[in-house]
């Protein structure tokens, strides 16, 4: 499960109950840190910068992921594979999901179940096909 950040939820509210909109990002960028981001802010966390990673694009579409169930929940519909590490990109704790794949605001994040040590000729890091859950309850 994961949370909103501080920007997604203005930006909502904005679109809501104010005068402001707020446009659907095209990419939605899946990251992979060694440590946690705010859940808030997405301050303080530091993303993977290793040899063979980069963040996945999944952008807002059906095929992407499933349509909303239990009144807000949607995951990934497929695995989300990332590069081979061609460096060791160390214990991965958790993930985020931006409006870019480089940089941008965070939308959600959420730190791992289990942390996930990724070295050097290691088969490439992935969620399997529900693994990413959002939820809006």
């Known amino acids: ?8 939820e203005g930006e909502l509210i904005k679109h809501m109950f104010r005068t402001g909109s707020f ?13 946690a981001p705010d ?5 303080g966390g530091i993303e993977v910068s290793a040899g063979g ?7 807002p579409l059906d095929a992407n992921w499933d349509a909303p169930a239990n009144g807000g929940d949607t995951a990934n519909t497929a695995i989300i594979t990332f590069g081979t590490p061609s460096a060791n990109w160390g214990d991965i ?9 480089s940089g941008g605001n965070m939308l959600y994040s ?6 996930k040590t990724v070295n050097d000729g290691d088969p490439a890091p992935n969620f399997p096909a ?3 859950t959002i939820s809006e309850q």
């Not at 859940?39 to 301050?43: F, H, I, K, L």
């Not at 990673?53 to 952008?59: S, W």
């Open 110 to 115: 959420a730190t791992l179940a289990t942390t």
């Open 130 to 132: 529900g693994a990413i």
């Open 1 to 8: 499960m994961s949370d909103k950040s501080n920007y997604l």
């Open 53 to 59: 990673y980069a963040r996945i694009n999944r952008p």
């Open 93 to 101: 704790v958790a993930f985020g999901i931006f409006d870019a794949v």
């Open 39 to 43: 859940q808030e802010t997405g301050a």
């Open 23 to 35: 446009t659907k990002p095209t990419v939605l960028g899946i990251a992979l840190f060694t440590t």
